[in-house]
């Protein structure tokens, strides 16, 4: 009996451990996978993350995207590594015409004496944002295998809290979930933090409905790509509208889309008499008098910002589309915030506070 007693305690205890090292494990992968929270598709194209298109997405870190909070630091010296998983084809044919470079400095390509030039852009290449769309910090990028190498010209930071892949060399593989590693280590390699996160990598082209600050320049003159994503006001309209590159299921330009009231907080997206998403607004307890309207719907010749495609071709066209977010004349102080989704597409979410 008592050796019995004996073997069932030690069972016990080798079970207990076995659930202790499970644990550990778990927190260890949980906590290696904390330092990127998601990776999406990049919002200058429509097939970033399709099965055998080139590679153009955007791994966001796990930090707060609202301007006021920091994000991740680097000092020169430093690396980020980012490791693609062998499924992603370098393919060496579209490498000779867009080199893996870094944006403003030398590089000689196939297709045009100096690829990696603003506005232009024909190389494949990387770039860190802080927070919003296009509001870049240039590194200078290499490539180790199926590695790309970030290190800082200057100290930066802490604002960093996206990188974006415009890799026009790198093909996507077929349909899957695919495990992308960030590595950041310092002068002497030891490793600062590093996660994962996973890129789903899908069939066919979906619509899509994307933030960009590009506009904002051009509107009551402000600063080259200002933050449309966190505006603050006092009443009325923000100061920069939402500017938004749509296309659909086909890649081509989204447009005719009209802003159909249904409630103050509830819009529906309506194209050609068919509802293709809706449009809500999240406002603070006893809110009235907010509402959006569309102040513009036009056809882009090219895409901002994407530069030149295979063979020397020009950006694709793409939709512009304008929504205003006016607060009313006495709004209640808080936050809204309005979610703009297209039926078997993304969804997108802008933040305006209003304070006293």
């Known amino acids: 009996m008592r050796n019995n007693r004996r073997k069932h305690r030690a069972a016990l205890n080798r079970g207990l451990l076995a659930l202790i090292v499970a644990a550990l494990a778990a927190s260890g992968t949980a906590q290696a996978q904390s330092a990127v929270a998601s990776i999406t598709k990049a919002p200058i194209v429509a097939d970033g993350t399709v099965r055998e298109r080139a590679s153009d997405f955007v791994i966001n870190l796990n930090v707060s995207a609202d301007p006021s909070e920091p994000g991740v630091s680097l000092v020169v010296g430093d690396e980020l590594r980012i490791t693609l998983p062998d499924d992603f084809v370098f393919d060496e044919d579209a490498l000779e015409e867009f080199p893996v470079c870094s944006i403003g400095k030398p590089c000689p390509s ?70 992308v590693l960030v590595r950041h280590a310092d002068s002497g390699g030891n490793v600062l933090w590093q996660g994962s996160g996973k890129v789903s990598i899908i069939p066919r082209i979906r619509p899509s409905l994307n933030i960009t600050s590009v506009f904002a320049s051009l509107v009551g003159g402000g600063p080259p ?34 802003l159909l009231l249904v409630t103050e907080a509830h819009y529906l997206l309506r194209r050609k008499g068919r509802t ?81």
């Open 110 to 179: 196939t297709l045009i004496a100096d690829a990696c030039v603003p506005g232009t852009l024909a190389c494949s290449t990387v770039v860190l944002l802080q927070g919003y769309p296009q509001s870049t910090i240039v590194p200078d990028v290499s490539r180790d295998g199926n590695t790309l190498v970030l290190t800082p010209r200057a100290a930066i930071g802490p604002v960093v809290k996206n990188i974006h892949l415009i890799t026009k060399a790198i093909v996507n593989p077929g349909p899957g979930k695919y495990s």
């Open 225 to 258: 790509f200002a933050n449309t994503i966190h505006q603050t006001v006092v009443s009325g309209p923000t100061e920069f509208p939402w500017n938004f590159l749509v296309w659909d299921d086909n890649g081509e330009p989204y447009g005719d889309i009209e």
């Open 276 to 356: 293709i998403g809706h449009a809500g607004i999240d406002a603070p307890a006893g809110a009235t008098g907010f509402s959006i309207h569309n102040t513009l719907d036009v056809t882009l010749p090219g895409t901002p910002v994407i530069g030149l495609g295979p063979g020397g071709t020009p950006p694709p066209p793409v939709q512009r589309y304008e929504v205003q977010f006016d607060a009313g004349l006495a709004p209640v102080p808080g936050r809204y915030t309005t979610t703009l989704r297209l039926n078997d597409g993304n969804q997108v979410a802008m933040v305006v506070d209003v304070v006293e």
